[in-house]
C-alpha cells in the first residue's frame, strides 16, 4: 500500500539529491483546480474529509467506487461545474453527471468484471456553482452535494448513463453543504 507523503520528498539522480521536490511536481501539475479530471478528485476529496475517516487513507484509483466510509457505505463520487478552466467568461456548461454502469477490476485477478454494474452504495453529486472565474474551487461556500442512494437509480432510471441536474433534482436527493455532508451520508437510506 501507498505511503502518504508530506511534499519533500526529493527526485534523486545518481543517488544524490536534484533539489526537486514532490511539492514542485505537484504545483506543477495541480495548480489549475478548475480542470475537470482534478475537480473531480477534489469532489472525491471533500466527500473523504467530511467523513473524517480514521486512520487516515490514500485514494485509490482502481477501486469500482470513490470513497469508503466509516461505517462501510462504497461511494461513488461525480462532479460537475458552471465554470471550466477551458472555456470563456460567462459561458456556462450544462449541468450533467455521469451513472452509467462500470466493469470493476478485480485486483485479486487482475480482470474486468464480467458484467457491468453500479459498484456502490450511493451517489455523492458534487456541484461547483461558481459563475465567475474569480470565486476558487477552495471556497466551499460555493459547493453544493446531493446524495441519492443507488437503489434509486436502478429503480427509476436503471439503463440510463448520465444524468442532469434538473433530472437529479426530480429524483428528490438529500440536498446539504460541506458542513452537514459527513452525517447526511452516513443517514441516508436505501428507498
Do not use: H
Not at 514542485?24 to 475537480?39: G, H, I, V
Not at 463520487?77 to 478485480?106: H, M
Not at 480482470?111 to 459563475?131: E, G, H, I, M, Q
Amino acid at each position: 500500500m501507498a505511503q502518504q507523503l508530506t511534499g519533500n520528498e526529493e527526485f534523486t539522480l545518481n543517488g544524490c539529491s536534484t533539489g526537486i521536490t514532490i511539492k514542485n511536481f505537484w504545483n506543477w501539475a495541480f495548480s489549475d483546480l478548475t480542470d475537470n479530471t482534478l475537480r473531480g478528485i477534489i469532489s472525491e476529496f471533500l466527500v473523504y474529509s467530511s467523513l473524517r475517516c480514521s486512520p487516515v487513507q490514500i485514494r485509490e484509483n482502481w477501486l469500482p467506487f470513490d470513497v469508503t466510509s466509516p461505517s462501510g457505505r462504497r461511494i461513488e463520487v461525480k462532479s460537475a461545474a458552471y465554470i471550466q478552466s477551458w472555456t470563456p467568461e460567462n459561458v456556462f456548461s450544462q449541468i450533467r453527471f455521469d451513472i452509467g454502469k462500470k466493469l470493476a477490476w478485480d485486483n485479486t485477478t487482475a480482470t474486468y468484471a464480467s458484467k457491468a454494474k453500479r459498484n456502490c452504495d450511493l451517489y455523492v453529486f458534487c456541484l461547483f456553482t461558481a459563475r465567475t472565474k474569480d470565486i476558487p474551487v477552495l471556497n466551499l461556500d460555493y459547493w453544493d452535494f446531493y446524495i441519492l442512494p443507488t437503489c434509486t437509480l436502478e429503480e427509476k432510471i436503471p439503463n440510463q448513463k448520465s444524468i442532469t441536474l434538473s433530472s437529479l433534482l426530480n429524483l428528490d436527493p438529500v440536498k446539504t453543504n460541506y458542513t452537514g455532508l459527513g452525517t447526511a451520508i452516513e443517514s441516508v437510506k436505501g428507498r
